[in-house]
Nanobody, 124 residues
């Protein structure tokens, strides 16, 4: 069972930047598509961004142009650079790994491996 570990969450003010990172316990991340999801209090988990094994990226409209997902193949990590943060970005952010088909990349059920989540709080 692949275990994912997120790091980099914390407190920020609107307009600030934060960088999240995801690593796998067995250094197998490079063979998976990796996505970031987030879940705000009282809301459903929502797709944020994904980078496929081919390094193709996709973003939710709400973060497009502000967030950047990238993969470091040497370190075998996936990062989410979050710029121009807004209070509505406040949520627990989860890293997920899987091999979904293109039409299902935004579906959390298509990812079989999840991290424990990291809190991101953005104040106005």
């Amino acid at each position: 069972q692949v275990q994912l570990v997120e790091s980099g969450g914390g407190l920020a003010q609107a307009g600030d930047s934060l960088r999240l990172s995801c690593a796998a316990s067995d250094s197998s991340l490079r063979s998976y598509g990796v996505a970031w999801f987030r879940q705000a209090s009282g809301k459903e988990r929502e797709f944020v961004a994904t980078i496929r094994a081919t390094s193709t990226t996709h973003y939710a409209d709400s973060v497009k142009g502000r967030f950047t997902i990238s993969r470091d193949r040497v370190k075998d990590t996936v990062s989410l650079q979050m710029d121009t943060l807004k209070p509505e970005d406040t949520a627990i952010y989860y890293c997920a790994a899987g091999r979904p088909i293109l039409s299902a990349i935004r579906n959390p059920h298509m990812y079989g491996h999840w991290g424990q989540g990291t809190q991101v709080t953005v104040s106005s």
